[in-house]
């Protein structure tokens, strides 16, 4: 009686709990890099997992390269903010939506699976605009 009990409330907590997925990685980085998730502050290496809704920030001297599942690629210049705020991806289809928040800083990018797939799948939102990205590659820069 006492094991379905704890196996009923321990099924519970892991139904209730979010499970977060890797959106992409950390291929490379220089100076100071971050990653803020949550209320957490993670050092950003070469192979670090990112998940959804992670901040990546680069500091005076940062530069980071980042892989996606869709095969996307960015690269982040110094003093850069930005949030991965959705991504999702069915590899089988090659489809998705994948929007982005630059907050500061600059982001180059070449557009992968997601951005092909069908018009504005993929996003890029600004403290002033939204992008809607259609080319395969692209530099956006905010001051």
Request: charged share 20%; aromatic share 4%; proline share 3%.
């Amino acid at each position: 009686m006492r094991t379905s009990i704890v196996v009923a409330a321990l099924a519970v907590f892991v139904t209730a709990t979010p499970v977060m997925a890797e959106v992409g990685r950390i291929k490379s980085h220089v100076g100071d890099v971050s990653v803020q998730r949550g209320n957490r502050v993670l050092a950003a290496t070469p192979g670090f997992q990112l998940d959804q809704g992670d901040v990546i920030v680069t500091g005076k001297t940062g530069r980071v390269g980042i892989a996606f599942l869709d095969n996307t690629r960015m690269a982040l210049g110094p003093n850069s903010r930005i949030r991965v705020n959705e991504f999702a991806y069915d590899r089988a289809k090659q489809t998705g939506s994948f929007v982005t928040s630059v907050d500061r800083g600059s982001l180059g990018v070449v557009s992968g699976n997601i951005a092909k797939s069908k018009r504005d799948a993929m996003r890029v939102r600004t403290p002033t605009s939204m992008l809607g990205v259609r080319g395969t590659r692209f530099v956006v820069e905010v001051k």
